[in-house]
């Protein structure tokens, strides 16, 4: 009997794959927090961030890293993920028909929900609530929109503030719509993360609004991150493109979430 079971150096290539998905979001991470998250000794850490180093990814420094592409990130108000941009674009446009003039909206960081962002500049006197930089300054220079940004721990990556701290700013709001981000989508955990940071925060944002609009591109459904945040009844709308399974589609909507595709 074939055993198809991951060997140790297919269990070190995952485990590698999601601590470089961690530090996209994070930008930096010790390695003692890595060896706790993975159940794994902190000098199999250290050989797995020596290996991501070697290939290009990361530098190491003193009892951790940090991703190689953030300072020029940061410098240029880049995102790190700009993979499927056209798609992404669509989405942002189906998406902002959803918003009226007047109304109060959350919008999660992301490069969807930066998209999102773009396509809202004709909309009329919308207070827009958001803990990503590069929203609140797109945004911002709008006089048709009145901005505030949470406070909280800067993420160089996802040029975002997180923590407990932006979590408690959201606390006592209320906002009709929220854009939620996502990093991957499936059917029995429903919408998984690759760090426990933002965790908190987006528990937040969906406390404060009347309506749950889960944003992604079809790559990310039917994936899985490291950390769970919540059921597909947690979400009202999801907006994605055509690329997505009909299995999947099926399985969302009967699970009471409606499917908007973006053409």
Known sequence: MKDNKPKGRQFGEIRRNKMLDWLREEGSERVSVFAEAFGVSEVTVRHDLEKLENDGHVVREHGGAFLKSVPDQVRSM???????????QKIGQATAKLVSNGETIIL????TTTAVASHLIDKKEV???????NIALMLG???????HMSG????????????????????GLFAQKLFLATAALDIENGLTYPSMSDIAVKRAMMDAAQSIILVADSSKIGSRSFCRLGGLESIDILITDSG????????????????????
Do not use: W
């Open 108 to 111: 999660d960081s992301g490069s």
């Open 244 to 263: 997505i399974q009909d299995e999947y589609r099926l399985a969302i909507e009967t699970a009471g979430v409606q499917v908007i595709i973006a053409n």
């Open 127 to 133: 207070t827009v609530i958001t803990n990503a930089l």
């Open 141 to 147: 220079a709008e006089p048709e929109f009145d901005v």
């Open 78 to 88: 880049a995102l790190g993920h700009q993979e499927n941009t056209d798609v992404k």
């Open 152 to 171: 909280g721990h800067f993420k160089a990556p996802t040029l975002s503030l997180s923590g407990e701290r932006s979590a408690d700013y959201f606390k």
